[in-house]
């Protein structure tokens, strides 16, 4: 696997490739990678000869107080890991790389009409940074398949919508979450939780799953879920940012001929903020 930081050598491996006839798919990460980040990988290499994954902590997709300085950075370890998955190239820019004008100048790719609910309202601006980094990673490999993962739901269904929206000729696949034994959604975050928060954490799933199964029932209370998981979350320690109940296509609110929901939660405890999602088909 080579380990490039430029965009001249990288696109001079792709045309290579190119001239071969080989397709390439892409993986975007920021980065201290787990077994979820792995099994998309695994994914993209089901798709095409051969893979690109990116690690490339994105300052714009970070609020004021977030995360962005203490993000944890492990790329020896993930090179390591990222070898022995057969990927093709580890793509590590600098900031300087992904943003030749600076960050404050840079330009801005939207979807406004997706951006500004669930994890949109809680993080403004996240999604535009994640459109814009997303935006210019395509640019830069040009691939003919991107994957990402079920975990960040609004997020690949952004992603999927500035690609047809912007008539990119790249296949969006999206892996499946992978969780530790007890259900926790696996994240980069995780670590960021205590011994007894990470004892408590997979309740979100939990209360996510118990919605899955009342809505494959027939219980079309959808307010009355939200707010029954709600509350159990905060008596078991939580902060609930939203329990919600969407349409999974457009995550609009359900109505009465939509046949495939997705229940969303994000909540946080102690440090972390952690989401997770579930699609059930009624």
């Known amino acids: 696997m080579r380990v490039l930081e430029d965009v001249s050598a990288l696109r001079e491996q792709l045309s290579e490739w190119r001239r071969n006839g080989e397709h390439v798919a892409l993986v975007p990460t920021m980065g201290n990678l787990h077994a979820g980040h792995l099994s998309l990988v695994e994914l993209a290499r089901e798709h095409a000869e051969r893979t690109v994954v990116t690690i490339f902590v994105n300052p714009t997709q970070f609020g004021e107080n977030e995360d962005y300085d203490d993000y944890p950075r492990t790329i020896e370890r993930d090179t390591r890991k990222l070898k022995a998955t057969g990927a093709d190239v580890l793509f590590a820019p600098a900031v300087e790389t992904v943003y030749p004008f600076g960050v404050e100048r840079a330009t801005v790719v939207s979807a406004p009409h997706l951006t500004g609910d669930l994890c949109g309202a809680s993080r403004p601006g996240h999604f535009d940074g994640v459109t814009s980094v997303v935006a210019r990673l395509f640019a830069i490999v040009q691939p003919d398949v991107a994957v990402f993962g079920q975990k960040d739901?609004?997020?690949?269904?952004?992603?999927?919508?500035?690609?047809?929206?912007?008539?990119?000729?790249?296949?969006?696949?999206?892996?499946?979450?992978?969780?530790?034994?007890?259900?926790?959604?696996?994240?980069?975050?995780?670590?960021?939780?205590?011994?007894?928060?990470?004892?408590?954490?997979?309740?979100?799933?939990?209360?996510?799953?118990?919605?899955?199964?009342?809505?494959?029932?027939?219980?079309?209370?959808?307010?009355?879920?939200?707010?029954?998981?709600?509350?159990?979350?905060?008596?078991?320690?939580?902060?609930?940012?939203?329990?919600?109940?969407?349409?999974?296509?457009?995550?609009?609110?359900?109505?009465?001929?939509?046949?495939?929901?997705?229940?969303?939660?994000a909540a946080f405890l102690g440090a972390a903020r952690l989401i997770d999602n579930v699609v059930v088909t009624i």
């Open 153 to 265: 739901f609004q997020q690949q269904l952004i992603i999927r919508f500035m690609v047809e929206d912007l008539h990119l000729p790249i296949k969006i696949v999206t892996g499946p979450i992978v969780r530790d034994p007890d259900g926790l959604a696996m994240s980069s975050r995780n670590q960021y939780l205590g011994e007894t928060e990470r004892a408590a954490a997979p309740r979100l799933h939990a209360e996510i799953e118990a919605i899955a199964r009342a809505l494959q029932t027939g219980r079309r209370d959808y307010q009355a879920l939200e707010s029954a998981a709600a509350q159990a979350l905060e008596a078991a320690g939580f902060r609930p940012d939203y329990v919600e109940i969407r349409r999974a296509q457009d995550l609009a609110k359900p109505d009465r001929d939509c046949d495939e929901i997705v229940v969303l939660g």
